[in-house]
């Protein structure tokens, strides 16, 4: 399965991070969270023909993620100047 990343300045940043991201994320879940293969497959039926984007929005003392299609992604990118028109 692929997952893109289109802001490479995020994707640095995030990729250093990405054990205490997981670990928050994991607090915010409850402390517990199960993976399984059947999860990844409802990752990619949710995005139909597309592919499973993880975006990340920087702000002055927090950031978002979000998981969106690639086509929308690219679109998010261009609009905030990370990408080509």
Excluded: W
């Excluded at 517990?32 to 002055?60: K, Y």
């Excluded at 086509?71 to 100047?81: F, H, M, P, V, Y």
């Amino acid at each position: 399965m692929t997952v893109h990343r289109l802001n490479p300045g995020n994707e640095e940043q995030m990729y250093e991070q990405m054990t205490k991201i997981c670990a928050v994320l994991v607090m915010k879940m409850g402390g517990s969270v199960e993976i399984s293969t059947s999860d990844f497959a409802e990752l990619l039926a949710m995005f139909p023909g597309d592919i499973p984007t993880l975006i990340t929005q920087t702000h002055e003392y927090s950031f978002e993620l979000s998981l969106v299609s690639t086509t929308d992604g690219k679109r998010l990118a261009r609009e905030a100047g990370g990408l080509p028109q």
